[in-house]
Protein backbone atom coordinates (compact mmCIF):
# COMPACT_ATOMS: atom_id res chain seq x y z
CA UNK A 1 0.00 0.00 0.00
CA UNK A 2 1.20 3.27 -1.17
CA UNK A 3 2.20 5.52 2.12
CA UNK A 4 3.15 9.29 1.87
CA UNK A 5 3.87 10.72 5.41
CA UNK A 6 4.66 14.58 5.70
CA UNK A 7 6.14 16.13 8.53
CA UNK A 8 7.84 19.37 9.29
CA UNK A 9 4.98 21.87 9.36
CA UNK A 10 4.36 24.40 12.39
CA UNK A 11 4.16 27.97 12.88
CA UNK A 12 7.23 30.30 11.07
CA UNK A 13 7.51 34.19 11.61
CA UNK A 14 6.89 35.77 7.66
CA UNK A 15 10.52 35.85 6.48
CA UNK A 16 12.01 33.07 7.80
CA UNK A 17 12.68 29.24 6.20
CA UNK A 18 11.14 25.90 7.15
CA UNK A 19 11.44 22.51 5.23
CA UNK A 20 8.90 20.18 4.75
CA UNK A 21 9.57 16.16 4.44
CA UNK A 22 7.61 13.89 2.92
CA UNK A 23 8.83 9.92 3.62
CA UNK A 24 7.05 7.44 1.05
CA UNK A 25 6.96 3.68 1.04
CA UNK A 26 4.85 0.76 -0.73
CA UNK A 27 6.10 2.06 -4.06
CA UNK A 28 9.42 2.13 -5.53
CA UNK A 29 10.08 5.89 -5.21
CA UNK A 30 12.49 6.69 -7.19
CA UNK A 31 10.60 5.66 -10.62
CA UNK A 32 7.80 8.00 -9.98
CA UNK A 33 7.52 12.02 -10.17
CA UNK A 34 6.85 13.37 -7.46
CA UNK A 35 4.76 16.75 -6.70
CA UNK A 36 4.19 19.46 -3.49
CA UNK A 37 0.27 20.70 -3.36
CA UNK A 38 -1.13 23.48 -1.29
CA UNK A 39 -4.80 24.53 0.02
CA UNK A 40 -5.19 27.64 1.79
CA UNK A 41 -7.71 27.85 4.69
CA UNK A 42 -11.05 28.12 2.87
CA UNK A 43 -9.15 28.19 -0.44
CA UNK A 44 -8.79 25.61 -2.68
CA UNK A 45 -5.88 23.29 -3.91
CA UNK A 46 -2.77 24.66 -5.79
CA UNK A 47 -0.27 22.58 -7.19
CA UNK A 48 3.19 23.98 -6.04
CA UNK A 49 6.12 22.07 -7.43
CA UNK A 50 6.80 18.89 -9.05
CA UNK A 51 10.19 16.79 -9.35
CA UNK A 52 11.59 14.54 -12.21
CA UNK A 53 12.08 11.04 -10.51
CA UNK A 54 16.24 11.70 -10.67
CA UNK A 55 15.70 15.03 -9.32
CA UNK A 56 17.49 16.27 -12.50
CA UNK A 57 13.79 18.26 -13.66
CA UNK A 58 12.01 21.02 -11.34
CA UNK A 59 9.18 23.00 -12.35
CA UNK A 60 7.00 25.89 -9.68
CA UNK A 61 4.33 27.37 -9.82
CA UNK A 62 5.12 31.44 -10.51
CA UNK A 63 4.76 32.89 -6.70
CA UNK A 64 6.91 30.39 -4.98
CA UNK A 65 9.95 30.41 -7.79
CA UNK A 66 13.14 31.85 -6.47
CA UNK A 67 12.02 31.13 -2.63
CA UNK A 68 10.59 27.18 -2.76
CA UNK A 69 12.93 24.53 -3.55
CA UNK A 70 11.58 21.19 -4.22
CA UNK A 71 14.58 18.42 -4.31
CA UNK A 72 14.44 14.22 -3.50
CA UNK A 73 16.59 11.63 -1.83
CA UNK A 74 16.02 8.57 -3.44
CA UNK A 75 18.27 6.44 -1.17
CA UNK A 76 15.74 7.39 1.63
CA UNK A 77 12.51 7.58 -0.33
CA UNK A 78 11.86 11.19 0.95
CA UNK A 79 10.72 14.04 -0.85
CA UNK A 80 11.54 17.37 0.70
CA UNK A 81 10.46 21.22 0.17
CA UNK A 82 12.28 23.92 1.59
CA UNK A 83 10.54 27.31 1.84
CA UNK A 84 12.34 30.22 2.24
CA UNK A 85 11.26 34.21 2.40
CA UNK A 86 7.83 32.89 3.73
CA UNK A 87 4.74 35.01 3.49
CA UNK A 88 1.54 35.78 5.72
CA UNK A 89 -0.08 34.00 2.06
CA UNK A 90 2.11 30.59 2.23
CA UNK A 91 -0.30 29.77 5.08
CA UNK A 92 -1.73 26.48 3.35
CA UNK A 93 -1.87 22.69 4.05
CA UNK A 94 0.91 20.82 2.33
CA UNK A 95 0.29 18.18 0.63
CA UNK A 96 3.23 15.91 -1.29
CA UNK A 97 1.68 13.32 -4.24
CA UNK A 98 3.12 10.91 -6.31
CA UNK A 99 3.08 10.39 -9.67
CA UNK A 100 1.93 12.32 -13.19
CA UNK A 101 -1.39 11.91 -12.05
CA UNK A 102 -1.11 12.64 -8.22
CA UNK A 103 -2.29 8.96 -7.70
CA UNK A 104 -1.73 8.92 -3.72
CA UNK A 105 -1.59 11.74 -1.69
CA UNK A 106 -0.40 12.14 1.90
CA UNK A 107 -2.40 13.78 4.70
CA UNK A 108 -0.90 16.85 4.62
CA UNK A 109 1.29 19.55 7.12
CA UNK A 110 -0.02 22.19 8.23
CA UNK A 111 2.30 25.32 7.64
CA UNK A 112 1.25 29.15 9.46
CA UNK A 113 3.14 31.77 8.44
CA UNK A 114 2.36 34.36 11.07
CA UNK A 115 3.83 37.02 13.17
CA UNK B 1 -3.18 28.57 -17.42
CA UNK B 2 -5.96 25.80 -17.60
CA UNK B 3 -9.34 27.47 -15.19
CA UNK B 4 -11.46 24.51 -13.97
CA UNK B 5 -14.78 25.32 -12.90
CA UNK B 6 -16.39 22.87 -10.69
CA UNK B 7 -20.41 22.32 -9.99
CA UNK B 8 -22.02 22.32 -7.34
CA UNK B 9 -19.99 23.66 -4.58
CA UNK B 10 -22.27 21.89 -2.54
CA UNK B 11 -25.02 19.07 -2.61
CA UNK B 12 -27.57 18.04 -0.56
CA UNK B 13 -28.53 13.83 -1.36
CA UNK B 14 -30.64 10.93 0.02
CA UNK B 15 -29.02 7.49 0.81
CA UNK B 16 -29.81 5.43 -3.00
CA UNK B 17 -29.96 8.79 -5.13
CA UNK B 18 -27.60 9.24 -8.22
CA UNK B 19 -25.53 12.04 -7.89
CA UNK B 20 -23.60 13.85 -10.34
CA UNK B 21 -20.87 16.21 -10.29
CA UNK B 22 -19.22 18.59 -13.33
CA UNK B 23 -16.31 20.03 -13.89
CA UNK B 24 -15.53 21.75 -16.71
CA UNK B 25 -12.44 22.88 -18.60
CA UNK B 26 -11.04 26.58 -19.47
CA UNK B 27 -9.91 24.95 -22.69
CA UNK B 28 -9.17 21.19 -24.56
CA UNK B 29 -7.63 18.84 -21.89
CA UNK B 30 -8.32 15.49 -23.51
CA UNK B 31 -8.87 13.00 -20.94
CA UNK B 32 -6.78 14.39 -18.55
CA UNK B 33 -9.08 14.70 -15.53
CA UNK B 34 -9.16 13.03 -12.27
CA UNK B 35 -11.98 12.74 -9.63
CA UNK B 36 -10.94 12.85 -5.71
CA UNK B 37 -12.44 12.32 -2.83
CA UNK B 38 -11.45 13.57 0.28
CA UNK B 39 -13.15 12.93 3.91
CA UNK B 40 -12.67 15.40 6.93
CA UNK B 41 -9.15 14.45 8.35
CA UNK B 42 -7.89 11.96 5.83
CA UNK B 43 -5.78 12.53 3.00
CA UNK B 44 -7.53 12.71 -0.56
CA UNK B 45 -8.06 9.60 -2.23
CA UNK B 46 -8.04 9.13 -6.10
CA UNK B 47 -11.59 7.69 -7.41
CA UNK B 48 -11.23 8.07 -11.26
CA UNK B 49 -8.18 8.49 -13.71
CA UNK B 50 -8.07 9.87 -17.43
CA UNK B 51 -11.70 10.94 -17.16
CA UNK B 52 -13.35 7.28 -17.04
CA UNK B 53 -10.75 4.52 -15.72
CA UNK B 54 -11.74 3.25 -12.07
CA UNK B 55 -8.89 3.53 -9.57
CA UNK B 56 -8.09 -0.16 -8.22
CA UNK B 57 -10.53 -0.77 -5.13
CA UNK B 58 -12.80 2.08 -5.67
CA UNK B 59 -16.54 0.90 -5.59
CA UNK B 60 -18.01 0.32 -9.12
CA UNK B 61 -21.00 3.01 -8.06
CA UNK B 62 -18.33 5.45 -9.12
CA UNK B 63 -17.67 6.30 -12.72
CA UNK B 64 -16.70 9.45 -14.65
CA UNK B 65 -17.15 10.22 -18.34
CA UNK B 66 -16.15 13.00 -20.76
CA UNK B 67 -13.75 14.97 -22.84
CA UNK B 68 -12.06 17.67 -23.91
CA UNK B 69 -13.89 20.43 -21.42
CA UNK B 70 -17.12 18.76 -20.41
CA UNK B 71 -16.46 15.67 -17.61
CA UNK B 72 -18.77 14.41 -14.75
CA UNK B 73 -18.52 11.89 -12.14
CA UNK B 74 -21.18 9.94 -10.96
CA UNK B 75 -22.27 8.27 -7.75
CA UNK B 76 -24.70 5.24 -8.71
CA UNK B 77 -26.42 5.60 -5.65
CA UNK B 78 -25.42 7.29 -2.73
CA UNK B 79 -23.95 5.22 0.16
CA UNK B 80 -23.78 7.05 3.69
CA UNK B 81 -19.89 6.73 3.74
CA UNK B 82 -19.83 8.39 0.49
CA UNK B 83 -20.04 12.02 2.17
CA UNK B 84 -16.84 13.63 1.23
CA UNK B 85 -15.72 16.65 -0.51
CA UNK B 86 -14.89 15.72 -4.44
CA UNK B 87 -12.76 17.43 -6.59
CA UNK B 88 -11.40 16.95 -9.92
CA UNK B 89 -7.69 17.61 -11.22
CA UNK B 90 -6.34 18.29 -14.84
CA UNK B 91 -3.50 17.04 -15.77
CA UNK B 92 -3.03 18.11 -19.15
CA UNK B 93 -1.17 20.93 -18.65
CA UNK B 94 0.20 21.39 -15.32
CA UNK B 95 -2.27 21.01 -13.15
CA UNK B 96 -5.41 22.87 -11.89
CA UNK B 97 -8.06 22.13 -9.39
CA UNK B 98 -11.62 22.44 -9.05
CA UNK B 99 -13.23 24.20 -6.29
CA UNK B 100 -14.45 20.93 -4.74
CA UNK B 101 -17.95 19.70 -4.26
CA UNK B 102 -19.20 19.36 -0.31
CA UNK B 103 -21.58 16.41 -0.39
CA UNK B 104 -23.80 15.27 2.67
CA UNK B 105 -26.54 12.95 3.49
CA UNK B 106 -30.32 14.47 2.84
Given at each position: EVQLVESGGGLV??????KLSCAASGFTFSSFPMAW???????????????STSGGSTYYRDSVKGRFTISRDN????????MNS??????ATYYCTEG??????GQGASVTVSS | DIQMT???????????DRVTINC????????????????????????????NSLQTGIPSRFSGSGSGTDFTLTISSLQPEDVATYFCLQHNSWYTFGAGTKLELK
Open positions: QPGRSMVRQAPTKGLEWVATIAKSTLYLQLRSEDTYGMDAW | QSPSFLSASVGKASQNINRYLNWYQQKLGEAPKLLIYNA
